[in-house]
């Protein structure tokens, strides 16, 4: 197969799912702070507390830092064709993480529940701002896009999306660092410009799906392996405990601690 064809399958063009997102722009923006999430109805059925239930379509953005009790989720997206711009804050649980450098091992306390959970959701965008201190940093298995967001300090998985539908999941520049297991769990979507560092297992985990797709990006010093599947260009893999390449696809233009593939 020549290259140019190899490349053309590894990473198509996304306009539908860009297109897809583009749907919600048409509705109002709905905020959301610290003080709507305690008095509820930020959507139907919403009660006071957490988590914030989002019900309906439509465009919300946090204006504040989301401060989140122990046992309880963040935000749960029931809805499709919703956008959540978190405009540069923080929704943080009740849980820390520290690493031992020598071991490589993460331990965390305290963190419970999903910061931001979106099962199945389709045309779901997630924008701009930070998840920390939960046992899940964020869960979403539809299509959509996650785009500059920062997942740390989780007990479990920093971002999961096993099972999106169809790939139609786009991820850019999300830092997924210092969380107990895996930075990313990833199937079927299309990464770039992702970092994920300082691990308690692996960097991302690609499972068995030969269809995440990985460029420009990085995993480094994670306990276990850098990537564990996948189709990968422009990547480098440094210093994570269990270098291979075992389940790699290459395009091409990648480095690990092994030289150059």
């Given amino acids: 197969m020549k290259p140019s064809r190899l490349l053309s399958l590894a990473f198509p063009p996304l306009a539908v799912v860009l297109l ?12 959301i702070d610290q003080n709507k999430a305690l008095a509820g109805n930020v959507t139907p059925g919403d009660a006071p507390g957490f988590p914030i239930t989002i019900s309906r379509a439509g465009s919300y953005k946090l204006t504040g830092n989301l401060t989140v009790p122990a046992g309880s989720h963040g935000i749960e997206v029931t809805a499709n064709n919703v956008t959540l711009d978190l405009n540069g804050f923080t929704i943080s649980g009740a849980g820390s993480c520290t690493r031992d450098d020598a071991s490589q091992i993460v331990t965390c306390v305290g963190g419970t529940g999903y ?3 979106a099962p199945n959701g389709e045309h779901f965008a997630l924008l701009n701002g930070s998840i920390r201190g939960f046992s899940i940093g964020l869960a979403h298995s539809g299509s959509g896009r996650v785009a500059d967001l920062s997942v740390t300090q989780n007990h479990g998985i920093g971002f999961t999306a096993a099972h999106s539908l169809d790939g139609n999941l786009v991820i850019d520049r999300v830092v997924a660092s210092l969380n107990a297991q895996s ?18 297992t692996h960097g991302i985990d690609g499972g068995s799906w030969a269809l995440t797709r990985i460029s420009d990006s990085q995993a480094m010093s994670n306990r276990m392996r850098g990537i564990t599947a996948g189709l990968i260009q422009g990547v480098q893999m440094w210093q994570n405990g269990q270098p291979g390449r075992s389940g790699l696809v290459s395009v091409g233009g990648n480095v690990d601690d092994d030289g150059v593939f």
């Fill in 20 to 31: 897809a997102l583009g749907g919600t722009s048409a509705w109002a923006q709905t905020t």
């Fill in 115 to 117: 910061g931001i959970l």
């Fill in 183 to 200: 930075g990313l769990l990833i199937g079927k979507a299309l990464l770039r410009g992702v970092v994920a560092t300082h691990n308690g």
